[in-house]
Structure formats: C-alpha cells, structure tokens
C-alpha cells in the first residue's frame, strides 16, 4: 500500500509527464534514453525546410532524445540566421533536459525568440522565460508555470542546486507575486497570455498568422 501512495505522489508531482524510477531519496528519476544515433544529418532528413527558416518546434514532452534534438539544432543554426524561432508546445519535462536546452540557448550568439502555442506547461514555460531574444504567446496560447520543487531537499545535494537555480531563474527573469515564493510543493498557476505577460513571463500577445 506504501509502494502505491507513493508512486501516486510522485506521479502527481511530476504531473504526469514520463515515467521513471524512484531513487533511494524518493526523487523520480528520468528513464533511461538511448540518444546516440541521433545525430545532425538524421534531424535535416526530415526538418530541413523549417531550419532553413531559423525554425524549432517542441510539441511533445521533453526528455533526453527532444532536449538532443534541440539542442543540436540551436548550434546548426548559430550564426547562420538572424534568429531562432522556437515554438514550445508542450505539457512539460525532465529538470534536466530542460537545462540542457536552456544552457544551450545562452550559450549561442544567435539570439532565440520564443513562442507560446496550444499549452505551454511546466518545463515549456522555463525555456519560455529564458529565451535570449523575444518572448510571446498566441493570444489562445493557455500558459501554465508549474511549481514543484521539494521544499527541504538536503543541503549540497543536487535538488538542493537544482532549487537553488530554479528559484534564482524565475527572481531574475520575471515578476511573479512575491507570495508565489518558495516555488515548492506541487502547483500549477493558470495564466492567460495577458496573465503572463503582467507577470514579466512574456514581451507580446500575438496574433497567429
């Protein structure tokens, strides 16, 4: 009964995103993801036509093999575009692949405007904040931080570091309520594009076009 409470717990806490293994610290960690054959020259086989137009879409749950993906072609397309246009729809991910993606953005010179549509949920809406260049939502974009961190993790372990940077990233690249601190627990705020933009999540409302 124990075993099955706690799966529950943690399958909420993640909000249902991927399916892991629970550590001995009782931390559900991501599945293992073979990525090596993914590779640069695989990805233009199929995505050729929008990199050639600087852009990028995340439309499923982020894990190893999206945040790969990604990641790779940030770097193809550095410094052979103005900008990078990347479109983030999705209900969420794993902590860290979306700082993988994330450190990538801010390791290129070529700057990344990014794009709210459909849902944009959890890990979408970390990589939303962080973009390096503009930041939008389509007006009917449904834009959902999700505040999940452990609220006492053990000092000097990594989900300490990891709140440590969750919390520094949201202080510095928006505005949110100072009563939505600590950012721990299990919650999810709903935002309207206007919601979010108020809160210094998002520069622009857009129109489709």
Not at 48 to 56: A, V
Request: aromatic share 10%.
């Amino acid at each position: 009964m124990y075993k099955i409470v706690l799966f529950l717990i943690v399958w909420l806490f993640f909000d249902g995103c991927g399916s892991g293994i629970v550590n001995k610290n009782g931390y559900l960690m991501p599945p293992k993801i073979d990525t090596s054959s993914i590779t640069m020259n695989q990805i233009l086989k199929h995505d050729k036509s929008e990199l050639s137009k600087g852009i990028i879409n995340i439309d499923s749950v982020i894990d190893a093999k999206v945040a790969k993906e990604v990641n790779l072609k940030l770097k193809y397309l550095d410094g052979k575009v103005d900008n990078i246009n990347l479109y983030v729809n999705t209900r969420g991910g794993w902590l860290k692949d979306t700082f993988s993606i994330i450190d990538t953005m801010h390791s290129i010179s070529t700057p990344v405007n990014v794009y709210a549509k459909g849902l944009c949920q959890s890990a979408g809406v970390m990589i939303l904040i962080n973009a390096t260049g503009k930041r939008y939502a389509f007006k009917d974009a449904k834009i959902v931080p999700h505040f999940n961190r452990p609220s006492k993790p053990t000092i000097n372990t990594q989900a300490y570091f990891d709140n440590q940077k969750f919390e520094n990233m949201w202080r510095n690249k928006t505005n949110i309520p100072a009563s939505w601190y600590p950012l721990t627990g299990n919650r999810l705020i709903r935002l309207t594009p206007q919601d979010a933009k108020h809160h210094g999540i998002i520069d622009e409302v857009i129109n489709p076009s």
